[in-house]
């Protein structure tokens, strides 16, 4: 069993910056992917930026240029820093995991709220 505790969201002006963590707890072995998805009042989830155990990195397209996906093994934590944030941004974010295997496992954190406001 994996846990995610996520942390670092709140509120920020336009144009700031937030830094997101979500510390893993458990056995994740093998080939993972480790990410970050937000979901705004209404909308879908949708995925921001994974990293997977190789080291590839994917972000969506409205991110891309403002948002870092990186991941500390030693802490077993990944971050997400947000620079440039726009009132778009805003939503619930939550840390994902998915072990890849048979079968594949997937674990989410419990979220935490971006708020982008002046």
């Known amino acids: 069993q994996v846990q995610l505790v996520e942390s670092g969201g709140g509120l920020v002006q336009p144009g700031g910056s937030l830094r997101l963590s979500c510390a893993a707890s458990?056995?994740?072995?093998?080939?993972?992917?480790m990410g970050w998805y937000r979901q705004a009042p209404g909308q879908p989830r949708e995925l921001v930026a994974t990293?997977?155990?190789?080291?590839?990195?994917v972000y969506v397209d409205s991110v891309k240029g403002r948002f870092t996906i990186s991941r500390d093994n030693a802490k077993s934590t990944v971050y997400l820093q947000m620079n440039s944030l726009k009132p778009e941004d805003t939503a619930v974010y939550y840390c994902n995991t998915q072990i890849i295997g048979l079968p594949t496992r997937n674990y989410w954190g419990q979220g935490t709220q971006v708020t982008v406001s002046s």
């Open positions: 990293i997977t155990s190789g080291g590839s990195l």
């Open positions: 458990g056995s994740i072995n093998g080939f993972y992917v």
